[in-house]
Structures are given as structure tokens and as C-alpha cells.
């Protein structure tokens, strides 16, 4: 019986933004979308998929972070100039690595946000200062009324990326954190008062990059991320998920 458990895997269940992905990558390699053709507006995509317009946007952000997608803002976007044989095995890789790779999509995480803090405490501005002020406030509102801050939490993270004045560190981080907050969520780790923790790691990651300290900002992100950081390397996220397979 123990070895037929061990041979039964997971149901794979696609995210809204992957079927998005998977139907684009069709019409381009079917021919019907060529390179250089430009995609239809945010408000039509919607309308046909029959999703909300941030998961479409979500979608072609990951299609352009991966260059398979390029945005001009005085004429809309257009299909990457690519070979179709090379769309066809990003966009397969895109949507796998979605599913597949969490403990490697916390360690870039990880790494990438430590960075990111450092220099936004060197380059933030007021306005930056205010964006941050702003979304760690958001965060904090739904969080001592016990309501889901999942988004509040993206936003506090992107609001830092933003102040890097790195536009790629900024679109990676895009890219990473919304599959990764959702994994988390859908996983249940990090449970227990971990929502409420994050208030005083989030005002303390704000001092720093107030005082414009990068090493002190370091510090404070690397608190706020040891949490996940040990789970993924000591392996727990693959128990939990096999604990609750038992239940």
C-alpha cells in the first residue's frame, strides 16, 4: 500500500494567469498571433477570457519580463520578434516553473529582496518614503481585524522594489511574489501569528530605509524573510504538503 501511495502525485490545478499564458501560447504557435502583431487591449482580453483585467496584466508581465512580449505605451503590446519554436519552449518553461520550483523561487526571493531594500534605502525619495508609508498602513488596517492582507503584503514588497530605481530588480520582483505569497497562503505556512509579526518586521524594514541605512535594511528584510528562508532550506514545505495529503 505504501508504495502505491508514493506513486499517486499531486493534481496540478492551473491559476487563472497560467490558462491565460497556455491560450496565448497557442494562438502564437497555431500562426494566429505572429511576431510583431499586437494583442488585443487589456479590456477586450478580459472580456474574452472572462477574467478580471489583473490577471491579464499579470500574464503579460510575465510574458514581457521573459521577452516573449514587448510593451510600447503610445501603441500597445506586441508578439516578441522570436522564432516560434523558441516562444513554444519559454512559454512551457513559464508556466512549469510556476508550479514546480518553489523552494528555488524562495531563494531568489530571498536574495533578491535583500538586495532590493539596500538600494532603496541608498535612492528612495519621499514620494517613495509615503508609497511605502502608505501600503505598510494597508497591510496593517486588514491585519488587526483578522481580514487576509495577502495583497496588502505584494504591495509593501513592490512599493520597496519601486524605490530601487532598478526597473529589472522591480519587474523580477513582480514576477516572484505574487506565485509566491499564493503558494504560501494555499500551503498554510507560516501560520499562527506570523500576519501579525510581519507589522513590526514591516515598521522596522520602513525605519531603516527612512534612515536611508542599507546594511540596517538589510537586516530588518532579512528578519522579516528568515521565516520562509529556513522552511525552504531545511525541507518543510515538502513534509506539510505530504502531512496534509494523509489527512
Same mark, same amino acid.
Given at each position: 500500500?505504501?508504495?502505491?501511495? %508514493?506513486?499517486? &502525485? ?13 491560450? $496565448? ?32 496584466? %499579470?500574464?503579460? $508581465? /510575465? ?15 506586441? @508578439? ?5 519554436? @523558441?516562444?513554444? &519552449? ?16 524562495? %531563494? ?33 488596517? /486588514? ?43 494555499? &500551503? ?29 535594511? /538589510? ?19 515538502? %513534509? ?8
Amino acid at each position: 500500500m505504501k508504495s502505491l501511495i %508514493e506513486n499517486i &502525485t499531486a493534481i496540478q490545478l492551473e491559476s487563472p494567469v497560467d490558462k491565460i499564458i497556455g491560450q $496565448l501560447k497557442q494562438l502564437i504557435v497555431s500562426g494566429q498571433l505572429k511576431p510583431g502583431d499586437r494583442l488585443p487591449a487589456e479590456r477586450v482580453l478580459s472580456e474574452r477570457f472572462g477574467v478580471g483585467r489583473s490577471y491579464i496584466r %499579470e500574464a503579460i $508581465l /510575465k510574458l514581457e519580463f521573459y521577452g516573449l512580449l514587448k510593451t510600447n505605451p503610445q501603441s500597445g503590446t506586441y @508578439v516578441a520578434g522570436l522564432s516560434i519554436n @523558441v516562444i513554444d &519552449t519559454l512559454i512551457s518553461d513559464i508556466i512549469k516553473f510556476n508550479k514546480d520550483d518553489f523552494k528555488a523561487l524562495i %531563494e531568489a526571493r530571498y536574495h533578491l529582496e535583500l538586495t532590493a531594500v539596500q538600494l532603496a534605502a541608498e535612492r528612495r525619495t519621499e514620494e517613495d518614503l509615503e508609497k511605502i508609508k502608505e501600503a505598510m498602513k494597508a497591510y496593517e488596517s /486588514k491585519i488587526l481585524v483578522s481580514e487576509d492582507a495577502v495583497e496588502e503584503d505584494m504591495i509593501f514588497h513592490i512599493r520597496i522594489a519601486q524605490a530601487t530605481k532598478n526597473s529589472v530588480i522591480e519587474s523580477m520582483i513582480l514576477v516572484l511574489i505574487p506565485d509566491l505569497i499564493k503558494k504560501i497562503v494555499d &500551503t498554510r505556512i507560516c501560520v499562527h501569528n506570523r500576519a501579525k509579526n510581519a507589522i513590526i518586521d514591516h515598521r522596522e524594514v520602513l525605519q531603516a530605509i527612512e534612515k536611508g541605512d542599507p546594511q540596517l535594511a /538589510k537586516e530588518a528584510m532579512g528578519n522579516h524573510l528568515d521565516e520562509i528562508w529556513q522552511i525552504s532550506k531545511s525541507g518543510l514545505i515538502a %513534509e506539510n504538503m505530504i502531512e496534509k495529503a494523509e489527512i
